[in-house]
């Protein structure tokens, strides 16, 4: 399997605070993708960074990706109550398709 | 608006009863994915399809059918269900070619008894 694993699983911090996320993955890759997911709804796609990029920022959300470690990490500064939900990296295949293979998640709770 | 759609929303069914849950988006999109979650294995794919009459399996195919008649619509057909199909279900859209995000829909929780 192509999964990646995110790490930590479960993090919980207080509102203001930075929350950063880890994810790993197996195989070469054309890009990695992290989406958010409220509880029990549809993803939706926060950022993109191709595999030739080693950082990238979006508002409070700066990605990292490391190919030599195949690793990546999304911090989300300045968290707010409404950050709460699971986040997901997905890596894209190389092949000619859009194939994502996604972790496994983490839930993040920003705390009041 | 742009979306994804997908019904039912929720569904209870018995064991091998054939249902089909329907996915539609209005993006012109040629790739869709069928994807289900399970607690602590994340999203896995079931079958994706990257324009009219072009299917193929995901990681986990068994069980499952697919077809893609019409550019918008990607129904997943379970011929005969059983409880280990008890899952989310999300249907997904992009455009081809990597580098894509996915639109994704609401999902269907499927509850098989």
């Known amino acids: 399997s192509q999964q990646g694993e995110e790490d930590p699983q479960a993090l919980s911090i207080q509102e203001g605070e930075n929350a950063t996320m880890n994810c790993s993955y197996k195989?070469?890759?054309?890009?990695l993708q992290w989406y958010r997911q409220n509880s029990g709804r549809g993803l939706v796609h926060l950022i993109l960074?191709?595999?030739?990029?080693r950082e990238k920022h979006s508002g409070r959300l700066r990605v990292t990706l490391d190919t030599s470690k195949k690793s990546s990490s999304l911090l989300i500064t300045a968290s707010r109550a409404a950050d709460t939900a699971s986040y997901f990296c997905?890596?894209?295949?190389?092949?000619?398709?859009?194939?994502?293979?996604f972790g496994t998640g983490t839930r993040l709770t920003v705390i009041p | 608006e742009a979306q994804v759609t997908q019904n039912p929303r929720y569904l209870i069914t018995v064991t091998g009863k054939k249902l089909t849950v329907t996915c539609s988006q209005n993006?012109?999109?040629?790739?869709m994915s069928w994807y289900r979650q399970d607690p602590g294995l994340g999203l896995r794919q079931i079958y994706y399809s990257m324009n009219v009459e072009v299917t193929d399996k995901g990681d986990v195919p068994e069980g499952y059918k697919v077809s893609r008649k019409e550019k918008r619509n990607f129904p997943l057909i379970l011929e005969s269900p059983s409880p280990n199909q008890t899952s989310l279900y999300f249907c997904?859209?992009?455009?081809?070619?990597?580098?894509?995000?996915?639109?994704f829909g609401p999902g269907t929780r499927l509850t098989v008894l």
């Open positions: 997904a859209s992009s455009l081809v070619g990597g580098g894509n995000e996915q639109f």
């Open positions: 997905a890596t894209g295949d190389q092949t000619g398709a859009n194939n994502l293979f």
């Open positions: 993006m012109n999109h040629e790739y």
């Open positions: 960074i191709r595999s030739n990029e």
């Open positions: 195989t070469s890759i054309n890009n």
